[in-house]
């Protein structure tokens, strides 16, 4: 569900601006395709930067990590201990614990109870990059459908109709796997999308009449 309302709602209005100043079908159609490019490319963008961020934070604290195990092996095998007692192993269980989680892969055990980090949680930007783009390219596609359906006389009202519904359900969706209600949900990204909507509609009216 990543981004799916930024790229119906950015798009949609994209194209009903362009429509709504006279332009022809064409036009429109390669307006939301390079929306459709454009978004889905500054979604990867923001989306690497961060996760960038996110990964580079990981690895120094992996580093420093490697570096106390080294320069302090018995304090960290006593912290290692001591996360386990914390979650309620008797101080002797907790020692044993610590000392054969260690005998394995001392860093791994640390790294995975002391930082939280371990394989699966690890930061991938590139991967991360990858999906935002996709997600944002697919959703983008349902306003170009609406397009490219609608009958020349109501291309607007139907890229609108489609997309507001399309988020209509989405935000219904994403309300019940949130565990909240559903019908406010749906609401407020229909009624923010469909604002959205007719502010370009009236802007790309505005300047089609003063630029044709
Ligand atoms: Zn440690």
Known sequence: MLGSSDAIVSTASLMIGVAASSATREATLIAGVAGLAAGAMSMAVGEYVSVSAQRDAEQADIARE???????PQAELRELSLIYERRGLEPQLAQQVAEQLSAKDRLAAHLHD????DDTT????LQAAG???LSF???ALI?????????????????????LLSLALLGAL?????????LPAALRVTIGGGLAMLVTAGIGRVFGI???
């Open 143 to 163: 306003p170009i459908a609406a397009l490219l359906v609608a009958p020349a006389s109501l291309r607007e009202p139907v890229i609108a109709a489609l997309s």
């Open 131 to 133: 999906i935002s783009a």
């Open 137 to 139: 390219a697919l959703f």
């Open 174 to 182: 994403g309300g019940q796997l949130g565990g909240a209600a559903r």
């Open 122 to 125: 690890l930061a991938r930007p």
């Open 66 to 72: 490697k570096q106390e195990l080294v320069e302090q």
């Open 114 to 117: 002391e930082l939280g980090i």
């Open 210 to 212: 003063v630029a044709g």
